[in-house]
């Protein structure tokens, strides 16, 4: 089985500048999560996805936002980036979600400058 | 709310010795808890997990033990090789989410 797909892999943008990352699951797995890591902060949950309805959300700002498509692929998305938006951005992949197992990509860097 | 310690932050053992890594939690409500590895450049990795029915899981030389009443949980890696030097991390769901760690540095000497 593949395991959870990220795209890209690294990003740079400009502060102000809108950003898209991508989330492939493992197959078979309806449920999608984001996290946030960074040095100070460690990680940190963003929101959760489940057959394409936003299912639970971490205390981030309304710039983030994201979506689930019905092949069970997601995207996030971080409008007018700010520098501290700088971090690892993390996709879980999980059978049921809700706190259980689940299967974390490579990630996405993105830098903000 | 939602609080999860780990300690140590970092632990340097000899290759061959045992690695013990704690993690507590606040959330009477949490029954599964898992252990992650991140190595530089990669996502975490799901090394082991047990559930809140169980005390104890081992798969070869990691082993996790749970202690629900004093509300933590425990890593334990045997014959530590180098190949075991990463950041690990704890991640109890609480509130229908994984709350992670800060995460402890693992450094093998060989």
């Known amino acids: 089985k593949a395991g959870v797909t990220q795209t890209p892999r690294y990003l740079i943008k400009t502060r102000g500048q809108q950003v898209t990352l991508s989330c492939s699951p493992i197959s078979g797995h309806r449920s999608v999560s984001w996290y946030q890591q960074t040095p100070g902060q460690g990680l940190q949950f963003l929101f959760e996805?489940?057959?394409?309805?936003?299912?639970n959300k971490g205390n981030f700002p309304g710039r983030f936002s994201g979506r689930q498509f019905s092949n069970s692929r997601s995207e996030m998305n971080v409008s007018t980036l700010e520098l501290g938006d700088s971090a690892l951005y993390l996709c879980?992949?999980?059978?049921?979600?809700?706190?259980?197992?689940?299967?974390f990509g490579q990630g996405t860097r993105l830098t903000v400058v | 709310g939602e609080n999860v310690e780990q300690h140590p932050s970092t632990l340097s053992v000899q290759e061959g010795d045992s690695a013990v890594i704690k993690c507590t939690y606040s959330d009477s409500a949490s029954n599964y808890f898992p252990w992650y590895k991140q190595e530089l450049g990669k996502g975490p990795q799901l090394i082991i997990d047990i559930r809140s029915n169980v005390g104890e899981k081992k798969d070869q030389r990691i082993a996790v033990t749970l202690n629900k009443t004093a509300k933590h949980f425990s890593l334990h890696i045997t014959e530590t090789q180098p190949e075991d030097s990463a950041v690990y991390f704890c991640a109890p769901n609480q509130g229908g989410k994984l709350i992670f760690g800060q995460g402890t540095e693992l450094s093998v000497k060989p």
């Open positions: 996805y489940f057959s394409e309805t936003q299912r």
């Open positions: 879980a992949s999980s059978p049921e979600g809700q706190g259980a197992i689940a299967f």
